[in-house]
């Protein structure tokens, strides 16, 4: 059975910062895209950054670029999603997903797998 767990979700005052993880069970995520998406109450889900499974690429939403980051340990078959200066209008529910493409894409639909979610709320 393929799945993906998210844990690090939380409450963090707003400048502060929260590390997501994302590990995979029953499949190995080293060739697979790997993207993190969040979905707040009554907005469309949003995809905050990816992890290309072909190469080295990677990518982040406009909203997230020079605050988060995204990284793979291999070892772990894990993915974590480093956030600094976190904002009032980052808390949402954070969700990791695979696609078994490879590619990774900050688009929700080109995904296969997907986690729970985990919530992160920021207090200003």
């Known amino acids: 059975q393929l799945q993906l767990v998210e844990y690090g979700g939380g409450l963090v005052q707003a400048g502060g910062s929260l590390r997501l993880s994302c590990a995979a069970s029953g499949f190995k995520l080293d060739y697979y895209g790997v993207g993190w998406f969040r979905q707040a109450p009554g907005k469309e889900r949003e995809g905050v950054a990816y992890?290309?499974?072909?190469?080295?690429?990677?990518d982040y939403g406009d909203a997230v670029k020079g605050r988060f980051t995204i990284s793979r340990d291999y070892a772990r078959n894990t993915v974590y999603l480093h956030m600094d200066n976190l904002k009032y209008e980052d808390t949402a529910v954070y969700y990791c997903a695979a696609d078994a493409s490879g590619r990774g894409t900050l688009w929700p639909s080109e995904y296969d797998v997907w986690g729970q979610g985990t919530q992160v709320t920021v207090s200003s």
């Open positions: 992890s290309s499974g072909e190469n080295d690429a990677m």
